[in-house]
Structure formats: C-alpha cells, structure tokens
C-alpha cells in the first residue's frame, strides 16, 4: 500500500501563489504516475494535473493551464503543485493520487489511479 501525504494549502488572496506537495513513503516512486485532482464543495472531483513517471511529460486542465505547473522529484520521493494567479474558483481541497506505470505516459482520469492521498485544503479569497 502507498501512502501519500500532502502539505501546502491553506488561505490566500486572490492572484496569490502557493505550492503543494505530496510525499510518497516508497522507494520505487520513480515507477508511479503521478496526479493532481480537486473536490470544491457540492461538486464533483476533477483532475487538475498529471505528470509521468520520468516528469518529462505533463498534462493540465484547461482551467490552471498557464497558472499552475506540477513537477516531481524522483531522489526525494515528492510530487509538487506550484499554483500561480490564484482565483476564488480554485477553492477546493486537492488530492494527489499515484498508479503504477509500466511506461512513461500521464493519467487524466481518477479511476486509472490506484492510491490517494488525504488531501490538502486551499481557499482563495476574493
């Protein structure tokens, strides 16, 4: 079983910045996609970002595309969130979630991960 812990959320103002990061307990976290998902209250989760197992490749929503850039550290077992230019509509808590990959391809939809983390909360204000 992975366990996946993420930190970095909390309040911010509109047009803000903050980074999440989400700490893996496995040696081989270099074998495992990695992604970004959200939950606003009253809707649904949605994926936010994705990156493969090298972080050669990643794959935004439409939405944070420009704002947010998510990157991995293979040597210290860490996904990261960078979130730019933060809007009142980011307000959710954010998941990272991992699946093992024999290749080096990005995942978009939550039923093609296999572990999730506790979630980290943010909230933009306006």
């Known amino acids: 079983q992975l366990r996946l812990v993420e930190s970095g959320g909390g309040l911010v103002q509109a047009g803000g910045s903050l980074r999440l990061s989400c700490a893996a307990a496995?040696?081989?976290?270099?074998?495992?996609?990695m992604g970004w998902f959200r939950q606003a209250p009253g809707k649904e989760r949605e994926f936010v970002a994705a990156?493969?197992?090298?972080?050669?490749?990643?794959y935004y929503v439409d939405s944070v595309k420009g704002r947010f850039t998510i990157s991995r550290d293979n040597a210290k077992n860490t996904v990261y969130l960078q979130m730019n230019s933060l809007k009142p509509e980011d307000t959710a808590v954010y998941y990272c979630?991992?699946?093992?990959?024999?290749?080096?391809?990005?995942?978009?939809?939550?039923?093609?991960?296999?572990?999730w983390g506790q979630g980290t909360q943010v909230t933009v204000s306006s």
């Open positions: 496995d040696i081989t976290f270099s074998m495992y996609a």
């Open positions: 979630a991992a699946r093992w990959a024999l290749s080096n391809n990005y995942y978009f939809r939550g039923t093609e991960y296999n572990y």
């Open positions: 990156v493969s197992r090298s972080g050669g490749s990643t």
